[in-house]
Antibody, heavy 115, light 107 residues
Framework: EVQLVESGGGLVQPGGSLRLSCAASGFTFNRYWMHWVRQVPGKGLVWVSRVDTDGTTTAYADSVKGRFTISRDNAKNTLYLQMNSLRAEDTAVYYC????????WGKGTTVTVSS | EIVLTQSPDFQSVTPKERVTITCRASQSIGSSLHWYQQKPDQSPKLLIKYASQSISGVPSRFSGSGSGTDFTLTINSLEAEDAATYYCHQSGSLPYTFGQGTKLEIK
C-alpha cells in the first residue's frame, strides 16, 4: 500500500525549532518530488516547500523562506522539514504529499507554536 | 505569486444535482491545475490532475476542464458523500498556490 506517515509535530514555544518527518512506503521514494503543505484547522491549504528527487533542488513559500529547510534521505525513504524560528502563525497541520499534482497525502502532524 | 480564486465559496445543493465550481488564475498556468476534495478531519484527496485528467478510483461523475486562467470542476449527479470542501491548486509557477476552497453542503 502506498503510504505517507508524518511525525514530529508538537507544542513548541515561539522562536523554537521542530523537525518533521514523513516516512514513505509502498512506492519507489527516490523517483518522486515531495512537498509539504500546511493547513490551519478550519482554514485553507497552503503550500510550504518542495524538494526534487535527489534533494538538490528546493523551493519555499515566502512565509517560511530562511526559517524552514526541506530535505530527504532516500536510503531511509524519509522526507524532512526542519522548522526554526517558529512563530504563532506557523501553527497548523502539516502534510507531506507526493508529486507535483499531490496524488498521495499523509494524515498530517500538528504543530502548535505557543507560549 | 499566482492567485487562484474559486467560486462560489459555499453552495448548498440537493442530491442528483449537477454542480460546477470555477477556479480563476491571476496569470496563465497552462493546464497545471489540479482539484482536491477534503472532508472534515481527513487529508485532501486528488480528484483531477492537469485540468482534465481523471484519476483512477475517483467516480466518473467528477470531471474537469479549462486551460490558461479559467478552470471548472463539474460534479454530475451529486451524491450525499460528495459533501466536502473542494480546492484547486496550481503547480505551474512557484510559489505553488491553492484556491480558498468551496464548501459543498448537501441538503
Amino acid at each position: 500500500e502506498v503510504q505517507l506517515v508524518e511525525s514530529g509535530g508538537g507544542l513548541v514555544q515561539p522562536g523554537g525549532s521542530l523537525r518533521l518527518s514523513c516516512a514513505a512506503s509502498g512506492f519507489t521514494f527516490n523517483r518522486y518530488w515531495m512537498h509539504w503543505v500546511r493547513q490551519v484547522p478550519g482554514k485553507g491549504l497552503v503550500w510550504v516547500s518542495r524538494v526534487d528527487t535527489d534533494g538538490t533542488t528546493t523551493a519555499y513559500a515566502d512565509s517560511v523562506k530562511g526559517r524552514f529547510t526541506i530535505s530527504r534521505d532516500n536510503a531511509k525513504n524519509t522526507l524532512y522539514l526542519q522548522m526554526n524560528s517558529l512563530r504563532a502563525e506557523d501553527t497548523a497541520v502539516y502534510y507531506c504529499a507526493r508529486e507535483l499534482f499531490k496524488d498521495v497525502w499523509g494524515k498530517g502532524t500538528t504543530v502548535t507554536v505557543s507560549s | 505569486e499566482i492567485v487562484l480564486t474559486q467560486s462560489p465559496d459555499f453552495q448548498s445543493v440537493t442530491p442528483k444535482e449537477r454542480v460546477t465550481i470555477t477556479c480563476r488564475a491571476s496569470q496563465s498556468i497552462g493546464s497545471s491545475l489540479h482539484w482536491y476534495q477534503q472532508k472534515p478531519d481527513q487529508s485532501p484527496k486528488l480528484l483531477i490532475k492537469y485540468a482534465s485528467q481523471s484519476i483512477s478510483g475517483v467516480p466518473s461523475r467528477f470531471s474537469g476542464s479549462g486551460s490558461g486562467t479559467d478552470f471548472t470542476l463539474t460534479i454530475n449527479s451529486l451524491e450525499a458523500e460528495d459533501a466536502a470542501t473542494y480546492y484547486c491548486h496550481q503547480s505551474g509557477s512557484l510559489p505553488y498556490t491553492f484556491g480558498q476552497g468551496t464548501k459543498l453542503e448537501i441538503k
